[in-house]
């Protein structure tokens, strides 16, 4: 599981500016997404050695959007989750009462802190650093968040409280396909969890190796192997006393970072909300492949089913490739095709390419419809390579790559999507110039 590293201080200082800088995806094609929002709150930092989660609690406890009226008990889950606390402070201002007042706060919990001491862009470091020595903490951290400067040192600061990822687990065709079933409170996931594990018969504290904090539990369908992993559903099933345990989008990240398919459930009755739209942006933030499945299909009209439709439609078009299956939980309808589409979106993401096959296609496409000029750039695509899956990557070596519009890299993506039969899976097109 990824450790969590949560951001406090005062309004103002910084904090949604460093969270900004830590989490940038490197990944363009996913960052301009038309219709997919990035979640301003949470994000993987990929910076340095160890990825960890970030959250920008600041960003929660404020009264914006939120998620769900969800956002006083993130701001605990998140501090309670997190294997280090950075607690940001600002040099212009200087020690403030209310610093003084979040630290003796974040004391009480007894979790590892470190001080970024930000906006220290133009000033001494050292006389800057020494007025929060008062604070007592032992760690302070430099920072200039908006000219990207010391994010080194933060994370020379954190590396030591970060617990070492565990292997990326071997795709081990024995274990099955890792499957995340995700979703808001009360769209059916432990409904859909339990179903799948046939009922009664599994009691997950009884199966080996399962602990409070790494579930992973295997299950056997149509003679496939998966492992569901970490759920809420298995969570809650393991332990009846905690029947009403609170939503925590930081579990919910943790288990798309640990599966291979994430099943994205919403309750067809509703329709997509924006933070099913968020959660999948974060699916896709991760490359993951995904499936998205309208639960409580039981309980629609004719004109409400329309509308579910409807919303799939529009609200997730920056997902078209993903498959839509409509099911029920409750009734156990739907989920042999629901497991289908895992399948399916599992082996588009594994999908091995060979180099002639990929230039075949991409001379086809070229053919199809060649980059149209801008700024009187016209830019070449020569020839291409595989890049490796997980997501499937294709790279394409040419010349005045950067040139090249996002209405033409649209192109190729659908173009190589169509000729692959890539169904469920983020495609990488990775651009390179020269040799
Ligand atoms: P938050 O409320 O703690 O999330 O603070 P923001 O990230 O929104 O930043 C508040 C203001 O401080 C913005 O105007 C930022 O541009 C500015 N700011 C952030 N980091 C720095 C920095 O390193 N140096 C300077 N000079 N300004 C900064
Ligand atoms: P979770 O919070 O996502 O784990 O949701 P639960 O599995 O606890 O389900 C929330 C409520 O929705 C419960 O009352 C379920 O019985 C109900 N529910 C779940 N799946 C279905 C379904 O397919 N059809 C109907 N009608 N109700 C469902």
């Known amino acids: 599981m990824l450790p969590v590293v949560a951001l406090v201080g005062r309004p103002n200082v910084g904090k949604s500016t460093l969270f900004n800088v830590l989490t940038r995806t490197r990944d363009a094609l996913v960052a301009d997404q038309p219709g997919l929002t990035r979640d301003r709150h949470y994000g993987i930092c990929r910076l340095g050695d160890s990825p960890f989660l970030v959250v920008d609690t600041g960003g929660l406890s404020g009264d914006d959007e939120g998620i769900d009226g969800l956002t006083a008990k993130q701001v605990e889950l998140a501090i309670a989750e997190a294997s280090i606390v950075v607690f940001m402070t600002d040099a212009r201002a200087g020690l403030m009462a209310l610093d003084r007042d979040i630290l003796i706060d974040l004391r009480k919990r007894g979790k590892p802190l470190i001080v970024a001491v930000n906006k220290t862009d133009g000033l001494d470091e050292t006389t800057s650093l020494a007025d929060f020595a008062a604070l007592g903490v032992a760690t302070l951290v430099p920072l200039a968040a908006s000219h990207g400067r010391g994010t080194d040192g933060l994370l020379e600061a954190l590396e030591p409280h970060l617990p070492a990822d565990a292997p990326e687990e071997a795709p081990s065709a024995d274990l099955g396909i890792r499957v995340a079933i995700v979703g808001r409170p009360n769209v059916g996931k432990s409904t859909l969890v339990n179903r799948l594990l046939g009922e009664d018969r599994v009691v997950v504290s009884d199966i080996a190796g399962t602990t409070r904090d790494s579930i992973r539990v295997p299950i056997e369908r149509d003679g496939k192997k998966y492992m569901l992993i970490d ?94 299956v409509f099911i029920s939980a ?106």
């Open 330 to 435: 409750l009734h156990g309808s739907g989920l042999r095709e629901l497991m289908r589409a895992v399948d399916r979106a599992h082996a588009s993401a594994t999908k091995q390419f060979n180099s002639s096959e990929l230039n075949r296609a991409l001379e086809a496409a070229y053919e199809g419809y060649q980059p149209p000029l801008v700024r009187g750039h016209s830019p070449k695509l020569r020839y291409a390579h595989p890049g490796g899956t997980n997501p499937p990557t294709i790279v394409i070596h040419g010349s005045r790559t950067k040139h090249l519009a996002e209405s033409y890299r649209r192109y190729l993506e659908n173009f190589f999507r169509k000729r692959f039969k890539l169904i469920g899976t983020p495609l990488r097109l990775e651009f390179r110039d020269g040799e």
């Open 231 to 324: 759920t809420a559903g298995v969570r809650r099933r393991a332990r009846v006393e905690e029947a009403i345990e609170k939503f925590s989008v930081i579990k919910t990240l943790q288990s798309i970072a640990a599966a291979q398919v994430v099943v994205v459930l919403l309750d067809a009755a509703e329709g997509v909300s924006e933070q099913d739209a968020t959660m999948i942006g974060h699916v896709l933030n991760e490359s993951r492949a995904v499936v998205i499945a309208a639960n409580k299909w039981d309980n629609l009209t004719k004109y409400q089913r329309e509308q579910c439709e409807t919303s799939l439609e529009r609200r997730l078009d920056f997902v078209a490739w993903a498959e839509r």
